[in-house]
Each structure stands twice: as C-alpha cells, then as structure tokens.
C-alpha cells in the first residue's frame, strides 16, 4: 500500500535517470493524500525513453499540457506530459528552445496521444518529429499553425503592471494591420 501511495519505486528510479539537472525532480503529496511526481527531461529526445519507462510499467496517458514559459529574453515552449500509474500522477515536462524546438511523438507507444499530438501542432506550431496523422482537428487549414501563440496571454491582460505593455502590443498590430 505504502508503494501505491508514494509510487512505483522503479518507474521513480528510472526517469529520475533521464533528469539532467539538480532540480528536475519533485515530489508531492496534496491535503487529499494523492501523490505526483515530476520530472523535467534533459532534453526532449528523453522523452521517447520515458514513455517507454511508463509503456512497460502499464501506464495510462491522461492529458499533454503545452504552454508558453515566458522569459524576459524569449518565451519557451513546454510541453508536460501526464501519465497515472496505480492512482500517481507522473508528470514528465520537456522544453523546446533552440537547441530542441522538437518534441518525438509517443503516439506509437501511447495511441491516445495522437489527439493531444495534433493539437499542439495546430494550436501552439510544436513540431511533432514523427507523428503519424499530422492533419489537423478542426481550425481552417488557411490559419497559421500556433495561432495561440499570437494571442495575449489572461496573466499579461490581467496584470495592471502590464497595462502599457498590452496596450502597446494592440496599436502595434493594429499598425501593421494598416
């Protein structure tokens, strides 16, 4: 029972391997008792290796979460991938920068993966190397991939620090427009 709480010491083990830096790992427990284990990859070419991890100790893929990890340099692109294995959530993050603006599709170890897959490429324009149904889900194949990327994100529009900023993102498109 204690294993099921705290995880699968293996699993645990095994990606831990795939982590290059100091602070890559954590581990949690919420008021409700649930535990979650996150590990950020080295880089994304891990990633095929830790889905195997998580493929071989029957794992179930619940959701792939892309965002914009905005810098005051240049925003980065992270994907985290959410894996349940006996009632712990796994949570695998890599992130795409220059060197690795890539992500491999797990979609041959994980079918349900496709979708999340599909729709990173569509709505955020992360390339997916090797996945096997690139067509789109649903926006018009004449919008741009990564459409959501132009968008202002909800924390920069409610922020009243960066109200000048947002207004000035508005007359500059509003400008080019013209």
Known sequence: MQETINGN???IEDLSALCTEADAIHHSTDSFGNA???FRLGTPRMLTRGAEILRQADARLAMV??????????????VCY???LDGVVYNV?????GEWPTVPSI???FANADWHEREMMELYGIQ???QPNPRRLFLDEELDAGILNE????????NGACTTDLWERILKDKENQS
Do not use: C, D
Not at 93 to 97: F, R, S
Not at 151 to 158: D, G
């Open 9 to 11: 010491a293996k699993v």
């Open 36 to 38: 979650f284990h996150w």
């Open 65 to 78: 979460t892309a965002y914009n990890r905005r810098q005051l340099s240049e925003p980065m692109q992270e």
């Open 82 to 84: 959410h894996f349940e």
């Open 93 to 97: 993050t890599v992130t795409l920068n």
């Open 107 to 109: 979609t041959p170890l």
């Open 128 to 130: 997916v190397t090797g």
């Open 151 to 158: 968008a202002v994100p909800l924390s920069i529009m409610m």
